[in-house]
């Protein structure tokens, strides 16, 4: 039998145990009131869903019917067995497993993220190196003229606004970004790649312009508290919002509506895992990385620690969130 073949004829089995999971999952009890007739029916799509999930695995390993039995088959088991009726999950539940799972699902793409970045601000670096009019449209007038007195636009964070309302600033600034990479995938996973590719460019060149007033040390030295974290939360936010555009155009041999469902929800655990991160950030960049009195290594040591933090966080172990179905 090939995999189209196994697809058409075993679909409406699938359907059908999915559609009596959810009905199971939207109604509380629903599965202790049932009657003898509905759980034999149940009992015998399960059996069907287990012995497709051992054929897919063996002849059509890696493909989106093979995944989706597997979800099926742990989804079943966790409901039958009564795994369902654990205490509702919180925050700790969230940050230890959610939060992990779904960012490790999304790491390929993170990587095509990452790639796509560097990509941009090594462009625009050699851009602003050869024309540095290029960086200067990125400053603004003002922020050239400091850069010509041998000043970083940066110290207004320290002399002209309240630390407050700076750090509010910032927060908001960098949560506005972050979202909107994210709900954008929505849009073919245009606006995420907009995004990603504008603040490698950015970022290229703004540090050609420094280099060439021989400021790039000044700038990398105000950036090490929290540059590292900023730009992978950022980055991180746009593969969430990229992977919810990939389900959307590329749902594969499974209705778009269920890749799209089951995108939305890694999509947005990956999101509400890294807006927390986006508050110390600002607090960081405000009292911090502007300080004169914070030594450099300090700085560097910090910036490092945060970005270690995340990173230990959401690649922990997290064998105990496997009865979520794999994108």
Known sequence: ???????????????????????????????????????????????????????????????????????????????????????PAGLRTFFNRTFPSAFQRQLGLLGIVVALFLLAAVWGLTMAALRPEIGFAFLGPEAIRGLEEGQLWTSSLVTTVPPALSSSGIATNNLTVALTAWSGGVLAGLVPLYVVLLNGLMLGAILGVTLHYSMAGELLRFISAHGMLELTLILVSATAGLSLGRALVAAGDRPRAQAAREAGRDSLAVL????????????????????????????????????????????????????????
Not at 32 to 56: I, K, N
Not at 279 to 307: C, M, Q, T, W
């Open 272 to 327: 509400l895992g890294c807006l927390p991160w986006f508050v110390v950030l600002a607090l960081v960049e405000v009292f911090v990385s502007p300080s004169p009195e914070v030594p450099a290594g300090v700085k560097l040591i910090l910036g490092l620690a945060l970005e270690g933090a995340f990173l230990a966080l959401a690649l922990r172990p997290s064998q105990q969130e496997s009865s979520e179905p794999a994108i």
């Open 1 to 87: 039998m090939d995999y189209a073949r196994f697809v058409r004829l075993r679909r409406p089995v699938w359907e059908a145990f999915e559609a009596q999971l959810a009905d199971i999952r939207d109604v509380r009890g629903r599965l202790r009131r049932a009657g003898y007739g509905t759980l034999e029916d149940m009992a015998l799509r399960y059996r069907q869903v287990l012995h497709d999930h051992a054929l897919a695995g063996a002849r059509f390993p890696g493909t989106a019917a093979a995944r989706r039995l597997q979800s099926l088959a742990l989804e079943g088991t966790r409901r039958l067995t009564g795994e369902g009726r654990q205490r």
